[in-house]
């Protein structure tokens, strides 16, 4: 990894209201992982031997990394394309593997980004892992269900929580003083705590960049727990909140009621959910 060129300037107190997050994180420089800028650097290197399934291979366990090709695609489609560009891999044919390189070039690590900042980078880290998890879930669930949208629940997953990974990214001191909180107070609720510390809820601020980069309706869709009676959003959701529950160990008392739902959604008995989900990490 390289340095990066230009030190992040960090947001350290809230702004004024949603739409003023909106617009920083909009035009914002979004670091991703080192592995990810490192992997890309070889791939330009070799670009006559790559190709979109590599390259969608690739970014495919990048959260920040599969944002920013699906907000870059979103926001350059061409006129003549109907269709929404709902995958990394249906973005990198739609640009081009040239352009795509030339769009794309060398590219901020978070180890960089937050290399003054232990506490952040452990944050972010721990989200980032979580995120992972939550769509090697997600895929399995989708996978079993048949579901013809296996590829957008996984992205949909896996960018659940973009907006918490953005404000560790952005907004280390925000994201720390909410940790802090949560931590000082294990009753306190999220949204309560971002509504403090942020003037906003992440929930809010992650809908509205949707909508700003103009990502695909599907996958705006899929990421919206309010619509979670769709079998593709509880397929996410449940997915989310196993890999939150279990992140520490399979003991957490919150887990049977998610084996349970789960069980409704790939009908299957509760024994054989948790078979299910215990041997997708095996």
Known sequence: MDPIATPPSFVTQALR???AWVRHFRDAEIPVLGSTADALEAMRANEDDVDANLIGEMV??????????????STHRPPRLITDVETVTAAVVMMGISPFFGNFGRQPAIEDWLGDQPEALEGVGEVLRRAHR????ALSFAVHRMDHDAAVIYEATLLHDFAEMLLWCHAPTLALKMRSAQKADP?????AVQQQVLN???FDLQQALMRAWALPELLIRITDDRHARHPSVQNVMLAVRLA?????????PAIPDDITALAQLLNLSEPATLQFVRDIES
Do not use: C, G
């Open 17 to 19: 209201d949603l739409d």
């Open 60 to 73: 495919a366990d990048d959260p920040l990394m599969t944002l920013k090709v699906l907000a870059y695609a």
């Open 134 to 137: 939550a769509a090697q879930f």
């Open 187 to 191: 009753t306190l609720r999220s949204h």
């Open 200 to 202: 906003i809820q992440l």
């Open 244 to 252: 939150r529950h279990s992140a520490e160990s399979w003991d957490n």
